[in-house]
């Protein structure tokens, strides 16, 4: 079992930059592919990005330019650097775990293995 603990959200000006860090624990960290969703008041979770297990990327159109998804085996984390911040940006975050990239992709919301409980960007026009 994998449990996955996000830090790093909080009040940003627009056009300000925050990076999200997501610490895992629990089982093998290097062999799971990681992502990022969003969650806006009164919209669905949508994904944002998303990592596999060796470094491939994929990132959702709104973010593509502007966010970056990275890991680190080593300290068991993945990072969502989030650059030129929009007032659409403001979101609960979540981070997701999956033994399958595609999963994530797809967003197969019950097929995750793990969820963490979220951090909450704001971003203030």
């Known amino acids: 079992q994998v449990q996955l603990v996000e830090s790093g959200g909080g009040l940003v000006q627009a056009w300000g930059s925050l990076r999200l860090s997501c610490a895992a624990s629990g089982r093998n960290f290097c062999s799971l592919a990681m992502g990022w969703f969003q969650q806006a008041p009164g919209k669905e979770r949508e994904l944002v990005a998303v990592i596999s297990s060796g470094g491939s990327t994929y990132y959702a159109a709104s973010v593509k330019g502007r966010f970056t998804i990275s890991r680190d085996n080593a300290k068991n984390t993945v990072y969502l650097q989030m650059n030129n911040l929009k007032s659409e940006d403001t979101a609960v975050y979540y981070c997701?775990?999956?033994?399958?990239?595609?999963?994530?992709?797809?967003?197969?919301?019950?097929?995750?293995?793990?969820w963490g409980k979220g951090t909450l960007v704001t971003v203030s026009s």
């Open positions: 997701a775990a999956s033994e399958s990239y595609r999963t994530i992709w797809s967003a197969n919301y019950a097929g995750m293995n793990a």
